[in-house]
């Protein structure tokens, strides 16, 4: 499961490709994965082996989604206060299934 790579079309356009990966591609990803891995041991050297496969995990999700509102101050305090609205029937929802607790 790689990541897709974007390609330009003639009209400028781009497309995403999930082409298989050439030998080479793989293996100059296997040598920066090493790096990586490598550099962030370094820089964490009290984790042990179970927490660091921990912390390699969480490297490995994906961000958030984020977004920038440009715009009115009015536009912006609407979406804010809708958001607001949001995040709290979902913490309402969390509370509910942590109170409900476990199904089958």
Do not use: H
């Not at 958030?64 to 709290?88: D, H, K, N």
């Amino acid at each position: 499961m790689g990541r897709s790579k974007r390609r330009k079309t003639e009209n400028g356009g781009g497309s995403y490709s999930t082409d298989a990966k050439s030998p080479e591609q793989l293996a100059t990803e296997d040598a920066c994965a090493r790096r990586f891995d490598a550099y962030y041991r370094a820089q964490l050297p009290a984790l042990d082996d179970a927490e660091w496969a921990r912390v390699s995990a969480a490297f490995k999700e994906p961000l958030p989604a984020t977004f920038r509102v440009t715009g009115s101050a009015a536009l912006a305090t609407r979406i804010e206060r809708e958001l607001a609205e949001i995040a709290a029937r979902c913490d309402a929802a969390a509370a509910a299934m942590r109170e409900a607790g476990p199904t089958a």
